[in-house]
C-alpha cells in the first residue's frame, strides 16, 4: 500500500529485508529501515525463523561483542544457550526472557544446545536491540534471565498479553529497562481486539503470524506498522495472530549504528571497532571461536 493510502493512524508500514547470518541461516531483518531507523528505543530487530534444522544442525552465532545497547532475545519454538564475557551460561526457551546489557562493551555466542542437534529441532523468535539512554551507554555490563511464567499478563477482549519489558496496562516487567519502554507479546484470537499502550511518542505492531486489521486495511505477517504520535488506532485480528508490540519515549538523542555498535558517539565506535579487532574484550569462556570486525 501507498504511503499516501495508509490510515491516518498510520505513519509507515515497514516490510522486512532477509538477511544471511551465516551457514545458511536467514533472518528477516525489520530495524534499522531506511525510512525509519528506530521506534522508541528499538534500533535493531530481526524476525528468525521459523526453520526446522536437519539432524546435526543448528544455530551458531559465534562470539561477537556489543556496546552501547541491551539485547532482548524472545523464543516462540526451540532453544538457544547464551554465553558471554562475564562467564554466563544460560539456556532461553520459548517464553522467557534473556535481557542483556552491553554498556561499555560484552560478548556473547548463542548457539543451538549441544544435546539438541543429534536430533535437530525448529526455532523461531525475535530478537531486539535496545539502546541506553547516553547516561547509561558506558554503565558495566550485566545480565538478567526471567522465566516466563514471572512475566506480567493480562487477558481480555480475544487478546493475550505478556510484558516482555517495560511497562504498559498498569503491569511492570521484572527486566530492568532504562527509559521509558513497553516490549509485549500479544496472541490474538479472529476478531480479537488490541489495545495499545497510549502513554508512549512512538508505538509500533509487528506481526509474526496471521494478519490485522488497522481502521479496516488488512495487513499481513512480516509486516512492521509504525503509528503516528497521540493517535488511537482500531487494532482487530482478521485471524488467529501473534503480535509484537513495541515502543516507548524518543530517543535522547540520535544514535549510530555500525556492526553490533551502537552510540551516541562516532569515535566510540571507532574504539570499539580497534578494541575488538586488537583482542581487548573479555573472551567468552567455553567459546573459543569469534567473529572477525567485518571489514
Not at 5 to 11: K, N, Q
Not at 65 to 79: D, M, N, R, S
Not at 119 to 147: D, N, S
Not at 194 to 223: Q, T
Request: proline share 9%; aromatic share 8%.
Amino acid at each position: 500500500m501507498s504511503d499516501n493510502l495508509l490510515p491516518e493512524t498510520i505513519d509507515l508500514v515497514i516490510q522486512p529485508r532477509l538477511r544471511d547470518l551465516g551457514d545458511g541461516f536467514t533472518v528477516r531483518r525489520i530495524l534499522p529501515y531506511a525510512r525509519r531507523r528506530h521506534v522508541g528505543p528499538f534500533v535493531f530487530l530481526d524476525h528468525m525463523g521459523p526453520v526446522r534444522f536437519e539432524a546435526g544442525r543448528g544455530l551458531d552465532v559465534r562470539p561477537h561483542p556489543h556496546i552501547g545497547l541491551a539485547t532482548v532475545t524472545y523464543l516462540f519454538e526451540g532453544e538457544i544457550m547464551h554465553r558471554d564475557s562475564l562467564g554466563i551460561v544460560q539456556p532461553i526457551r520459548p517464553g522467557d526472557v534473556n535481557w542483556m546489557v552491553a554498556g561499555r562493551g560484552i560478548a556473547h555466542s548463542e548457539r543451538t544446545p549441544d544435546h539438541l542437534r543429534p536430533q535437530g529441532g525448529p526455532l523461531h523468535g525475535v530478537q531486539a536491540w535496545i539502546a541506553l539512554p547516553k547516561a547509561w551507554e558506558e554503565t558495566e555490563p550485566a545480565f538478567q534471565h526471567v522465566g516466563g511464567g514471572v512475566l506480567p499478563a493480562i487477558e481480555k477482549d480475544g487478546a493475550r498479553l505478556r510484558l516482555i519489558a517495560g511497562a504498559a496496562f498498569g503491569m511492570t516487567s521484572p527486566v530492568r529497562s532504562f527509559a521509558p519502554t513497553f516490549y509485549l507479546d500479544a496472541a490474538l484470537d479472529p476478531g480479537g481486539v488490541l489495545p495499545l499502550p497510549e502513554e508512549y511518542g512512538e508505538r509500533a505492531i509487528y506481526i509474526v503470524d496471521g494478519s490485522i486489521a488497522v481502521d479496516g486495511e488488512l495487513y499481513e505477517s512480516g509486516s512492521l506498522v509504525v503509528f503516528k504520535p497521540d493517535v488511537r488506532p482500531d487494532v482487530a485480528a482478521h485471524s488467529a495472530a501473534r503480535l509484537m508490540l513495541l515502543g516507548g519515549a524518543p530517543l535522547d538523542v540520535e544514535r549510530h549504528i555500525w556492526w553490533n555498535f551502537v552510540s551516541s558517539s562516532p569515535e566510540r565506535i571507532e574504539q570499539a571497532k580497534r578494541d575488538w579487532r586488537e583482542g581487548r574484550f573479555a573472551a567468552v569462556p567455553g567459546d573459543d571461536e569469534f567473529i572477525p570486525l567485518p571489514p
